[in-house]
């Protein structure tokens, strides 16, 4: 079974604090993604990574950044965090694949509650 | 247009119901389609990918229609533990992988 970790299950930080969420597969999958959850607004993709040091925006990324020094872990930064970015951070992992439904499932992890005060 | 568009809902309905629900996608070029289902407070996991001929597990029954750009999901015989949001997930065409999740239907189903 896939398994993606997330280092916090509940997280509080202050505005102006540059927050890191960590991320951790056991899968061997070259991609991983990192979204928000917020009501009415659904999951939208903040970054995405499909190799070792390789990403790409996604839909949201201002006001973030990512970091992927190993393949099974990916980092996601809050530069200096503001409380519009209080939200439900998920990330995600697949295997690659080019159009074939299974390689495209997605395996979260419990997500992260973020609070900015 | 919305890449992918859902009826937020709730729909309530009775144990032994039979619902449905559709999710219409913008982009004719996506290939891929998924339900996704996300329990209150959980993470999303896949129900079951939706075929071109349409595809049928247990009581869930997935349906593809690209002329008008939908998807459909169909539960028979409602049980309580169905209550849950369903995400329509499509793919987005070229590039890496990513796919687009729309903003999940509610479902709770009454005892």
């Known amino acids: 079974d896939v398994k993606v970790t997330q280092s916090s299950r509940y997280l509080v930080k202050r505005t102006g604090e540059k927050v890191f969420l960590e991320c951790v597969q056991d899968?061997?999958?070259?991609?991983m993604f990192w979204y928000r959850q917020d009501p009415g607004l659904g999951l939208r993709l903040i970054y995405f990574?499909?190799?070792?040091?390789?990403?790409e925006k996604g839909d949201i990324p201002e006001g973030y950044s990512v970091s992927r020094e190993k393949k099974e872990r990916f980092s996601l930064i809050l530069e200096s965090a503001s409380t519009n970015q209080t939200s439900m951070y998920l990330c995600?992992?697949?295997?690659?694949?080019?159009?074939?439904?299974?390689?495209?499932?997605?395996?979260f992890g419990d997500g992260t509650r973020l609070s900015i005060l | 247009r919305k890449e992918v568009e859902q009826d937020p809902g709730p729909f309530n309905v009775p144990e032994g119901a039979t619902v449905a629900f559709n999710c219409t996608y913008s982009?004719?070029?996506?290939?891929?389609f998924f339900w996704y289902r996300q329990d209150c407070r959980k993470e999303p996991k896949l129900l079951m990918s939706?075929?071109?001929s349409g595809n049928e597990d247990g009581r869930f029954t997935a349906q593809l229609n690209r002329a008008s750009q939908y998807i459909s999901l169909l539960i028979r015989d409602s049980k309580l533990s169905d209550s849950a949001t369903y995400l329509c997930?499509?793919?987005?065409?070229?590039?890496?992988?990513?796919?687009?999740f729309g903003i999940g239907t509610k479902l709770q189903v009454i005892p």
């Open positions: 995600a992992s697949s295997l690659p694949g080019t159009g074939v439904s299974s390689a495209l499932t997605q395996h």
């Open positions: 899968m061997d999958h070259e991609n």
């Open positions: 990574s499909y190799d070792v040091k390789m990403k």
């Open positions: 982009n004719s070029a996506s290939q891929s």
């Open positions: 939706v075929y071109s």
């Open positions: 997930v499509v793919n987005k065409p070229g590039g890496y992988q990513k796919v687009t």
